[in-house]
Structures are given as C-alpha cells and as structure tokens.
DNA sequence: GAATTATAGACCAAATTATTCGAAGATTTT
DNA sequence: AAAATCTTCGAATAATTTGGTCTATAATTC
C-alpha cells in the first residue's frame, strides 16, 4: 500500500460496515480480513487490536455525524423546532450510530426500556435525539461493557444534560448557544473539535 | 407451559427475530434463551437442536409468504403487471427473509453480485422478485453452507424456473396459471399446500 | 544487494458455543 | 399424599472459534 493512513481509511469504512451490521462482539477479525481482501495479520500491522479498529471506526462516525449537524442546524434560521425535524430527517445516520450500540451492550437490552419510558415524556420526535444519546452513553462506555449500571447512570446524565438546551421550550435562550450546549453534551470529550 | 405447541411457537416468533438480524450463526442459543426468559437447556426440552428451531422459523416464514402471496395475487383482476407490484410493496417482508440469506451464507456475498448482473436484465421491481429468489436458494441450501457454486447453481436453477411464469410478457397465459407456476418454483419442496 | 516495509500462513491459548446430564421443582395422576 | 410425570435449569463438556503472535517471504526503497 502506497499510504499507511490511506490504508487505515480503508479499514476504518470497511470494517465499519460490519460493525454496523454486527456489533463489536459479532464481527470477527477474519470478516474484516476477508472484506479487505487481505490475511488477518496483515490488518495487525496496521492496527494493534481489533478494539483499536472499533474505537478509529466510532471515531469517524461521530466526526460525519457532528459535522452534519453543526453545518446543518447553522443554516436554520427559525427556532429549535426546525432544528429537531432536521435531525428527524437524519436519522438513518443516527441509525447507524445506535447499532453500534446495540452491538456493544447487545446483552444489556433492558437499557432499550428505559430509553421508552423516557421517550413517553417527549414526542415521537425525540426517539432520534435519543439515539444520539444512545450512542453517546455507547461511546462513554465501549470498554466498559460488563457495568450495565454505569452505562444506565451515563445515560442517564446525558439525557439530563440535554434537557436544558433542547427540550425546555423557553424562547428567549438564543438558538445558537442551544446548539452549542447541545453539541458539548452529546461530544463532549468524544470529538476533537 | 400449558401446551408444548404453544411454546415452540414462542420460540419461533422470538428467535426468529433474532435470526433474521444476526442470521443462523452468529444467533446464539444464549441469546435465544435470554429472548424468552429461559434457561438455556430448557429450550432443548422443545427443540432438539438449534438447526431444528432455524428449520422451524425458516418454515413459518415461509408459510406467511406463500399465503400472503397467493391471497393477494388472487384479489388481482389486472395481468401480471399488478402482481409484480404487489410484490414490490411487500418488499419488507422479503427483506425479513433475505436477512436470512445474508446470514447463512455470510462468507459467499458474492451471490449478490451475480444477483446485481441479472437485475439489470428487467426493472427495478424485479429486485423483490430477486429477494424471493434469494431465500429459495437459501432454503435449499441450508445446510450445505460449505459449497457456494451449488448455491449458485440452485439460484440460477430457480432464476431461469421463474422467467417463464414471471417474465415473460405473452399476455396469454393466464394469470392463474402464471401465480400457480411461481409458487410452484419457489415453495417446491419447502411448504406443504 | 542490503535494509526496510508489507503480507500472509501456520500456530496458540483463551474464550465461546451447542449440547448433555442429573437433580430438583412443579404438576398431574393414582 | 405418594407416585409418576412433566418442566426447568445449573454445571460440565467437547468441539470449535477467535483475537492475536511469530516466522518466513515477497515487494519496495535505499
């Protein structure tokens, strides 16, 4: 390969595809070999451990997907509704991003019920905002997956943290700090800006 | 559990959710079992192995196909255009089945390349018809997973099986006969009338 | 043509998996 | 209420799978 990063790249869609589809527990090394074309230890020299890989993958997906939003939200002019229809639009990305999740915790599907009780307090709208949280706790705790409890509270926490900026309908907080706020709680500490 | 029937009914409907997601392999009888709130070794009071339960969910999907198939293609007074188009609409259901084929056969995609060279020859809408085809092969092919070119094979068999029935524009031949022709090509050996 | 970069096949230890078995709760039958 | 039967499951197991390593070797660069 002419390019290290260039192959990584590869690797990061490639394998991106799978863990989509699969999960991290369900996707093998071998798929991903296969998928490239490549020996299985060829993909060692490139990256150290199949978590590496999930973690490159994860990584990419939340750049796509927060600078989809950032351009996206800027160009609305009206209120935080049009801004929520939008990310209604987009959830085939967020989609994407929540089967990570499922892959991830795919022994703690209670968590899926408590994300309906909550979704009773909002619109149906909101299932897409919930996906986003859904990958965020995902992201906080990709390497964490035995404490379901953690996972729960880090949830939890996100939700809390969105409430302000996104749910409270009071119309004098100006839309782009909304969006700042909003974009912090869901990143934060996830993407570099 | 009142009646044996009335579980291993259960346990067809909740793992076939499961194997239509992850397909035969990666479903596990863990996650099967912790689907229906059960030990593991007490499903195989019911089922004798997980190929059993497959076989049994592959069978009951089935069945719901062929009966909304031919109830649905017998209310059309219109030629086979109509049909077809039935069809396209119930693409979901197909999509469940196809599931199935991604899953058996997860190491062969290269069956749906083949599938992309023929869909060229007619329109979009053949693409269900495909799906259908699909699963055929899948059915037939079970448990022989190993040996792709008999896949292939047993798909070509059915592709050229349907042209006639299916594809070809002799207005007439009668519809009756056409819907009897196709369900004859795709159920054979699968579904008891 | 030596040194470095890249690839893959054989291999391994650990983990996972489908399945078995026996024991123990239930439930029904006598 | 004892016996017989039905149902459930935890623990054990044998076979397979899996992530990862090591070594040999091909390709590329110097």
């Known amino acids: 390969m002419v390019n290290k990063e260039e192959f990584r790249r590869k690797v990061i869609v490639s394998a991106g595809q799978i863990f989509s589809r699969y999960g991290f527990k369900k996707t093998t090394m071998d798929e991903i070999a296969k998928a490239l074309k490549m020996g299985k230890s ?36 009206s209120p935080i509704d ?45 299932l897409a905002i919930l996906r986003l949280i859904l990958y965020h706790g995902a992201r906080k705790n990709i390497f964490n997956v035995a404490n379901s409890e953690y996972t729960a509270l880090a949830i939890q926490t996100t939700l809390k943290g969105l409430e302000v900026p996104l749910f409270w309908k009071k119309k004098e907080v100006n839309i782009e700090n909304r969006l700042n706020a909003i974009l912090d709680v869901l990143f934060n500490g996830i993407v570099k800006k």
């Not at 993958?57 to 989809?68: D, G, K, Q, S, T």
């Not at 959830?91 to 979704?119: G, P, Q, V």
């Open 42 to 77: 060829s993909i060692y020299y490139y990256f150290e451990s199949k978590e590496e890989i999930f973690e490159a993958v994860v990584l990419h997906e939340a750049n796509i997907l927060r600078n989809e939003l950032t351009t996206a939200i800027k160009s609305v002019e």
């Open 82 to 126: 049009k801004m929520r229809n939008y990310v209604f639009v987009r959830m085939k990305s967020f989609e994407k991003l929540s089967n990570y999740y499922n892959a991830i915790f795919d022994k703690n599907l209670d968590h899926f019920d408590f994300i309906e009780t909550i979704r009773e307090k909002y619109d149906r709208e909101e």
